[in-house]
Nanobody
């Protein structure tokens, strides 16, 4: 079993910045994709940014140019640097990992979520 522990959420004014972190631990052979999703009240959970082990990166159109995803494979950690935050970025942000377990099974794990609130 793999655990994802997120940190870095909080309350910030519009135009401000926050940095989210997500560390994976447990029975991991390798982590393939590490992603950030977000879910606003009454809305579905949407992909914000993703990064593969090989380094390919994708962003939702709504965050391009403002958010930066990065990962440290040695630490099994993914980061999300969020700049120029807008009130519409307010949501619970979830970390997701697609990994291969120590038993060579392909699995998925989710973090508990961290609240990001952007005031206008």
């Amino acid at each position: 079993q793999v655990q994802l522990v997120e940190s870095g959420g909080g309350l910030v004014q519009a135009g401000g910045s926050l940095r989210l972190s997500c560390a994976a631990s447990g029975n991991i052979f390798s982590i393939n994709n590490m992603d950030w999703y977000r879910q606003a009240p009454g809305k579905q959970r949407d992909l914000v940014a993703s990064t593969s082990r090989g380094g390919s990166i994708n962003y939702a159109d709504s965050v391009k140019g403002r958010f930066t995803i990065s990962r440290d494979n040695a630490k099994n950690t993914v980061y999300l640097q969020m700049n120029s935050l807008k009130p519409e970025d307010t949501a619970v942000y979830y970390c997701h990992a697609a990994y291969t377990s120590s038993r060579r099974n392909r699995e998925n794990a989710w973090g508990q979520g961290t609240q990001v609130t952007v005031s206008s």
